[in-house]
């Protein structure tokens, strides 16, 4: 069964660094996601994106925060100058536009990202 | 604002035994409702979900969840557990007419014991 995969699994950054978090969705869909969990807290939407721009992005994504789709399979989400408070597990997701599904999202494995 | 809630943190269960996980939501209008399981080093693992029709939904491996409109709940159910689903599960909660945000619990960590 397809997945969305993610890399890398683990990412320790220093604090002020940036740092790109990648993501392969599932091969025909053409919606992604950006979530996030704190640890302890709930998982959080972050962006969604669709047809090469952002579709929603919560008020979590600010300055800091980019997406993009840099190729036919790759979407990543890029962090610029990181804080403490970025440390969290973050999930990439996407959903089909066609068919049976259409309104599930498929969460891949997530990236921890911990920063010092 | 769309939101849901798990009020337990965590079940324990012992193996055999039917389980239950409980969710309670609030949105606007009538709800799309998920559950998703969360297994170590795992992504999250879609279940099942209600969108329309039957409040009973049957999802993978057994799991069941029934929506309950009038509680505003949507509690997911096994007959019997088994020391595999040991996981971590979360509900989450979709406006019928946003298919971007997906609003998740805080998650209930089930503990099923031989």
């Known amino acids: 069964e397809p997945e969305v995969t993610q890399t890398p699994s683990h990412q320790v950054t220093q604090m002020g660094q940036e740092v790109i978090l990648r993501c392969v969705p599932i091969?025909?869909?053409?919606?992604f996601y950006w979530y996030r969990q704190i640890l302890g807290q709930k998982v959080e939407f972050l962006v969604s994106f669709y047809n090469n721009e952002i579709s929603e992005k919560s008020e979590i994504f600010d300055d800091q925060f980019s997406v993009e789709r840099p190729d036919g399979s790759n979407f990543t989400l890029k962090i610029r100058s990181t804080k403490l408070e970025d440390s969290a597990m973050y999930f990439c997701?996407?959903?089909?536009?066609?068919?049976?599904?259409?309104?599930?999202?498929?969460f891949g494995p997530g990236t921890r990202l911990t920063v010092l | 604002a769309q939101s849901v809630a798990q009020p337990e943190d965590q079940v324990n269960v012992a193996e055999g035994n039917p389980l239950t996980v409980k969710c309670t939501y609030s949105?606007?209008?009538?709800?799309?409702l998920f559950w998703y399981v969360q297994y170590p080093n795992r992504g999250l693992q879609f279940l099942l979900k209600?969108?329309?029709?039957?409040?009973l939904v049957k999802g993978s491996y057994g799991f069941e969840a029934e929506f309950n409109k009038s509680q505003t709940s949507f509690h997911l159910k096994k007959p019997s557990a088994l020391v595999s689903d040991s996981a971590l599960y979360f509900c989450?909660?979709?406006?019928?007419?946003?298919?971007?945000?997906?609003?998740f619990g805080s998650g209930t960590k089930l503990n099923v014991k031989p």
């Open positions: 997701a996407s959903r089909t536009s066609s068919g049976k599904g259409t309104d599930t999202q498929y």
């Open positions: 949105v606007s209008g009538n709800p799309y």
């Open positions: 989450a909660v979709r406006d019928r007419n946003n298919f971007n945000k997906f609003y």
């Open positions: 091969s025909n869909h053409l919606y």
């Open positions: 209600y969108i329309t029709g039957d409040n």
